[in-house]
């Protein structure tokens, strides 16, 4: 699309520079020598220059004093310190053309991150693993966070020029090739992405238009002040960059309860509208996601265009139970969902959310949550993993280093047959035992700072462990958290991507054509003991479910009602410990 107001804009006679700068005196733009740009009485200030192109290097001069990047940087070859790189967003050459997304209903996501996902740890090298993907079941790839960051390494969490790729990965054509070779297979790509703080390294806003930022703060930067035209714009625009330029299907709102500013209308609504309206102008199928731990189920609607409003929320209430009963931890944010986990899913497969407005101890006791039984189940990606439950820990276990087979299998088997999109973290579909620690490449006194929050935050741990606990700065963390595609060939491997993949066929065949029209059922969902039973409405009968969330042999409930099998057979008269049946009664 046209009308970017944040990066350079190319023409036949060459590039138009912009920055907003409010609290410059001048700015000036470097290419082979510094040039005055014009100063707009809104803060802007712009430079046309006759012969650049494609590939030019350039900076910004603040008050004679301070290169920095542009904020609006389409790639940064040398990282977030070095010059900005003037790209032609229009010049890759699509084979996926006519590609126009998949409808939400049809969801089933694995989280990737770049970086760690192959050997590699390139865009280019993800592709060779798509058929992989495609085979275990999924249809959709979730990137974690690309925006270029300081250093070699990280998360994607502290990403600080937002509109670039970050260079670790490739360049912007690599991406671009990523996501064609991806949608050439029948693959959506979305991409998580951060408007809530900017990262700290690397991040010059403060200087030259300290109006971007709120009073105050997140727990991981600066607080963003979105009743500001132009910092609205900036995420907006953000959105509408990856959406359209780069062509992925969707987005993941990381945190979006940390946004202490939204303005009026809020930034989310706008910019739910603005999406809403590239989906309606292309013909595509675009979905908007959240991370929201306020729970507010009056952002969601997956079954109308986004206008104004999410897809759906990923549901940290249903990990959160799912850890408690498989793992038996009870710490830290656990504590709200430690009593009566398996009361806890079933309240969740009858009506999304675990909190609806209860007190929660982690919000010392304050009221998290909205009641969200009215929305449509849809509204509610569920996983019993991601790179946040994962990487929050001082070793960077998975589950299945924590949890026993069966368990963990008859979790799954209700996870991906339930009517929610479900979403599994890069390996979990062979079972991986590979770590996933937090690691970043700060230096200096940033370095250190992060090394000082990670021992207070586990203390317990580097007690007991002592260098046994990952350093986040040492490179070795980051190879660590290398997936190893090696495991996939071990036995246990094999049965477990046999079983997953034989799950999400089954979703496809018999529960996705159920979605477009499915609802809660609370009256029928419930839990007696360690008996699980739940089931959800549509116009032809009822998808059913009947598990035994126990080590031990349960009778079967006399007044069970029936219907076609789907999963697990007939039940017999005593159902066998962490056993799992899925069916469709009719009308």
Known sequence: ???????????????????????????????????????????????????????????????????VPDPGSGFQPDDVGGPS????HGSYAWHSADWRGRPWEETAIVELHVGTFTPDGTFRAAIDKLDHVVDAGFTA???????????????????????????????????????DAAHRRGLM???????????????FLGRYAPGFFAPG????????????????????????????????????LDAVHAITERGAPSVLEDMSRAVGALAQRTGRHIHLMLENDDNAARLLDP???PAGKFRAQWNDDYHHAWHVLLSRETHGYYRDHAQAPRDRIARMLAAGFDYQGERSAHRHGHPRGEPSGTLPPTAFVNFLQNHDQIGNRALGERIEVLAEAAPLEAALAITLLAPMPPLMFMGEEWG??????????????????VRRGRRAEFAEAYARLGDGVPDPLDARTFRAAKLDWGEREGEAARRRLGLVRELLAVRRRKVIPLLAKIAFDPDSTRCAGTLLGAAWMHPEGRLLLLANLSGEGVRRPPDRIGGASIWGGEPDATLPPWSVFWSIGTA
């Not at 996933?436 to 200096?444: E, H, K, N, R």
């Open 432 to 449: 991986a035992r590979t770590p996933f620690p937090f690691f970043c490449d700060f230096a200096g006194a940033l370095a250190e700072a």
């Open 217 to 252: 703060a997140t727990p991981w930067g600066q607080a963003i002040d979105y009743r500001v035209a132009e910092v609205r714009a900036f995420a907006i625009e953000n959105a509408l960059h990856w959406l359209d330029r780069y062509r992925f299907d969707g987005l993941r």
């Open 1 to 67: 699309m046209s009308g970017f107001r944040f990066g350079p804009q190319l023409s036949a006679d060459g590039v138009t520079f912009r920055i907003w700068a409010p609290a410059a005196r001048s700015v000036e733009l470097i290419v082979e020598r510094p040039v005055r740009m014009a100063a707009q009485p809104d803060g802007w200030h712009v430079l046309a220059l006759a012969g650049a192109g494609a590939g030019t290097r350039y900076r910004f001069r603040i008050d004679g004093e301070l290169d």
């Open 189 to 203: 790509v979305f991409l998580d992405v951060v408007y809530n703080h900017v990262g700290p390294e690397g991040n």
């Open 303 to 305: 079954r109308a265009p």
């Open 85 to 88: 790189e003037v790209i032609d």
């Open 141 to 179: 790839i979730e990137l974690m966070p690309l925006a270029d960051f300081a250093g070699a390494r990280n998360w994607g969490y502290d990403g600080v020029l937002l509109y670039a790729p970050d260079s670790a990965y490739g360049r912007p054509d690599d991406l671009r090739a990523l996501i």
